[in-house]
């Protein structure tokens, strides 16, 4: 059974995507700890959420949403300026 060249396309397209988000991924991780980077793939659903709500008819957000959001932003900022002096080197956190 052939497939339409649309299919090919997409697939094409998707792979292209997938491709350059890990070359990203991995030459950030070159560059930043990965405990701080690891805290920006937070920012997934809800971008997920915000090009949902644009492109999609009758999708509206909902508070919930809007709280977590909210919640996920608040916990991205505090994670990447919190006190780093509260860990003392050489010392195992418990």
Request: proline fraction near 6%; include cysteine.
């Amino acid at each position: 059974m052939a497939l339409p060249g649309v299919y090919y396309g997409n697939l094409l397209w998707l792979s292209t995507i997938s491709a350059t988000a890990f070359a990203i991924w991995f030459f950030l991780l070159s560059r930043i700890k990965v405990s701080q980077l690891n805290l920006w793939k937070f920012l997934i659903p809800l971008c997920g959420s915000i090009i949902a709500w644009i492109f999609i008819p009758g999708e509206s957000p909902t508070w919930p949403s809007l709280v977590g959001m909210v919640l996920i932003v608040t916990g991205i900022i505090v994670g990447q300026t919190g006190d780093k002096k509260l860990i003392k080197p050489g010392r195992a956190v418990q």
